[in-house]
Antibody, heavy 118, light 110 residues
């Protein structure tokens, strides 16, 4: 059974940094791409980033490009999202999700809350 | 404002059939698969339809998807109270090199 657990969320000041983690189990992590998706308060789902299984390709939403970095450690079955230069508009519930058939999520975690506020 | 458009709301009574539309462009829906997700805010979204019209195991056949050109739709037949949720379509966008979600449709079961 696929299990994804996000952690690392919290309250951070504008301009600050935060690193999210996603611990994966129940599937062969090293053979699947992974996503980060977020939902701001009262808003819809917004895709943030995707990384292929071997790390060969990474894709980012324009809203986070050059500020966020997706990475993974296949030896630890863990996905990361390094977030720099955080803005108030980055406030959201951040989900990690397993990829199904290249570029589309199937299983999702419960999310971790990130609040950017002074 | 998303590049993929959904109606913000839809409603129906128990037992009815409702459809939710999803409109995009040649760079997303017109050239890539459409996926549908069911989401109760604060919980993990659930995959309902993949590759336009395929249902994952465990998803009732009351849910069906279709795609034509740059539009897609999700149909829910035999509406039930537990279907009340937010529904999102998604498609990869070749111009943006990213996944785009529709704005979401809040389904109310009256």
């Amino acid at each position: 059974q696929v299990h994804l657990v996000e952690s690392g969320g919290g309250v951070v000041q504008p301009g600050g940094s935060l690193t999210l983690s996603c611990a994966a189990s129940g599937f062969t992590f090293s053979t699947y791409g992974m996503h980060w998706v977020r939902q701001a308060p009262g808003k819809g789902l917004e895709w943030v980033a995707f990384m292929r299984s071997d790390g060969s390709s990474k894709y980012y939403a324009d809203s986070v490009k050059d500020r966020f970095t997706i990475s993974r450690d296949n030896s630890k079955n863990t996905l990361y999202l390094q977030m720099n230069s955080l803005r108030a508009e980055d406030t959201a519930l951040y989900y990690c999700a397993k990829d199904l058939y290249s570029h589309y999520p199937d299983y999702w975690g419960q999310g971790t809350q990130v609040t950017v506020s002074s | 404002q998303s590049v993929v458009t959904q109606p913000p709301s839809a409603s129906g009574t128990p037992g009815q059939r409702v459809t939710i539309s999803c409109s995009g462009s040649s760079s997303n829906i017109g050239s890539n698969y459409v996926y549908w997700y069911q989401h109760l805010p604060g919980t993990a979204p659930k995959l309902l339809i993949y590759r336009n019209n395929q249902r994952p195991s465990g998803v009732p056949d009351r849910f069906s998807g279709s795609k034509s050109g740059t539009s897609a739709s999700l149909a829910i037949s035999g509406l039930r109270s537990e279907d009340e949720a937010d529904y999102y379509c998604a498609a990869w966008d070749d111009s943006l090199s990213g996944l785009v979600f529709g704005g979401g449709t809040k389904l109310t079961v009256l």
